[in-house]
Protein backbone atom coordinates (compact mmCIF):
# COMPACT_ATOMS: atom_id res chain seq x y z
CA UNK A 1 0.00 0.00 0.00
CA UNK A 2 1.26 3.62 -0.95
CA UNK A 3 0.82 6.49 1.44
CA UNK A 4 2.27 10.31 0.72
CA UNK A 5 2.70 11.74 3.87
CA UNK A 6 2.56 15.84 3.98
CA UNK A 7 4.73 18.27 6.61
CA UNK A 8 5.42 21.41 7.07
CA UNK A 9 2.38 23.73 6.88
CA UNK A 10 1.38 26.03 9.53
CA UNK A 11 0.50 30.00 10.06
CA UNK A 12 2.80 32.63 8.50
CA UNK A 13 2.66 36.23 8.02
CA UNK A 14 2.39 37.54 4.83
CA UNK A 15 6.05 38.03 3.40
CA UNK A 16 7.16 35.30 5.31
CA UNK A 17 8.40 31.30 3.76
CA UNK A 18 7.48 27.83 4.58
CA UNK A 19 8.73 24.73 3.23
CA UNK A 20 6.59 21.85 2.87
CA UNK A 21 7.71 18.34 2.38
CA UNK A 22 6.27 14.66 1.53
CA UNK A 23 7.40 11.19 1.79
CA UNK A 24 5.83 8.79 -0.77
CA UNK A 25 6.25 5.16 0.72
CA UNK A 26 5.00 1.37 0.70
CA UNK A 27 4.86 -0.97 -2.54
CA UNK A 28 6.59 1.44 -4.86
CA UNK A 29 8.09 0.31 -8.23
CA UNK A 30 8.82 3.94 -9.67
CA UNK A 31 7.79 7.40 -9.86
CA UNK A 32 6.94 9.57 -12.40
CA UNK A 33 6.10 13.04 -11.83
CA UNK A 34 5.45 14.57 -7.97
CA UNK A 35 3.64 17.87 -7.42
CA UNK A 36 1.67 19.86 -4.79
CA UNK A 37 -1.75 20.91 -5.68
CA UNK A 38 -3.77 23.44 -3.45
CA UNK A 39 -7.33 24.15 -2.51
CA UNK A 40 -8.88 27.06 -1.27
CA UNK A 41 -12.18 27.25 0.03
CA UNK A 42 -14.94 27.54 -2.36
CA UNK A 43 -12.69 26.84 -5.15
CA UNK A 44 -11.38 24.21 -7.16
CA UNK A 45 -8.00 22.35 -6.52
CA UNK A 46 -5.52 23.84 -8.86
CA UNK A 47 -2.00 22.05 -9.43
CA UNK A 48 0.81 24.73 -8.11
CA UNK A 49 4.37 23.07 -8.90
CA UNK A 50 5.11 19.70 -10.38
CA UNK A 51 8.32 17.91 -11.31
CA UNK A 52 9.15 15.32 -13.53
CA UNK A 53 11.61 12.20 -12.15
CA UNK A 54 14.10 13.76 -14.81
CA UNK A 55 13.88 17.52 -12.65
CA UNK A 56 12.02 19.60 -14.86
CA UNK A 57 9.56 21.51 -13.35
CA UNK A 58 6.49 23.83 -14.56
CA UNK A 59 4.62 26.28 -11.85
CA UNK A 60 1.88 27.76 -11.86
CA UNK A 61 2.00 31.48 -12.29
CA UNK A 62 0.84 32.84 -9.67
CA UNK A 63 4.03 30.99 -7.98
CA UNK A 64 6.38 31.28 -10.01
CA UNK A 65 9.51 33.65 -8.77
CA UNK A 66 8.04 32.36 -5.33
CA UNK A 67 8.06 28.76 -4.87
CA UNK A 68 10.36 26.57 -5.81
CA UNK A 69 9.12 22.43 -5.74
CA UNK A 70 12.64 20.03 -5.87
CA UNK A 71 13.25 15.97 -5.06
CA UNK A 72 14.89 13.47 -3.82
CA UNK A 73 14.34 10.44 -6.36
CA UNK A 74 16.23 8.05 -3.71
CA UNK A 75 13.93 9.44 -0.75
CA UNK A 76 10.96 9.43 -2.88
CA UNK A 77 10.45 12.64 -1.55
CA UNK A 78 9.26 15.99 -3.01
CA UNK A 79 9.66 19.46 -1.55
CA UNK A 80 8.01 22.51 -1.84
CA UNK A 81 9.72 25.96 -0.52
CA UNK A 82 7.28 29.10 -0.29
CA UNK A 83 8.78 32.24 -0.34
CA UNK A 84 7.11 35.89 -0.33
CA UNK A 85 4.18 33.94 0.95
CA UNK A 86 0.30 36.23 -0.17
CA UNK A 87 -2.47 35.48 1.99
CA UNK A 88 -4.30 34.55 -1.61
CA UNK A 89 -1.68 31.31 -1.16
CA UNK A 90 -3.90 30.21 1.73
CA UNK A 91 -5.13 27.03 1.13
CA UNK A 92 -5.15 22.76 1.68
CA UNK A 93 -1.63 22.18 0.35
CA UNK A 94 -1.81 18.40 -1.28
CA UNK A 95 1.03 15.74 -2.52
CA UNK A 96 0.36 13.95 -4.97
CA UNK A 97 2.40 11.42 -7.00
CA UNK A 98 2.22 9.45 -10.51
CA UNK A 99 3.48 6.05 -9.72
CA UNK A 100 3.70 2.19 -10.24
CA UNK A 101 2.97 0.43 -7.05
CA UNK A 102 4.22 -3.09 -9.11
CA UNK A 103 6.14 -3.65 -12.05
CA UNK A 104 2.71 -4.55 -13.35
CA UNK A 105 0.94 -1.79 -12.32
CA UNK A 106 -0.88 0.97 -14.20
CA UNK A 107 1.08 4.48 -13.49
CA UNK A 108 -1.81 6.23 -11.87
CA UNK A 109 -2.38 9.26 -9.33
CA UNK A 110 -2.12 8.86 -5.26
CA UNK A 111 -2.59 11.33 -2.84
CA UNK A 112 -1.74 12.71 0.87
CA UNK A 113 -3.81 14.11 2.89
CA UNK A 114 -3.13 17.47 2.78
CA UNK A 115 -1.89 20.36 4.85
CA UNK A 116 -3.11 23.37 5.68
CA UNK A 117 -1.55 26.64 4.96
CA UNK A 118 -2.71 29.98 6.11
CA UNK A 119 -1.00 33.67 5.27
CA UNK A 120 -2.35 36.79 7.56
CA UNK A 121 -1.75 40.21 6.47
Known amino acids: QVQLVESGGGLVQAGGSLRLSCAAS????????MGWYRQAPWKQRELVAA???????NNADSVKGRFTISRDNAKNTVNLQMNSLKPEDTAVYYC???????????????WGQGTQVTVSS
Open 26 to 33: GSIFSINA
Open 51 to 57: ITSGGNT
Open 96 to 110: NADLRATRFSPTRPY
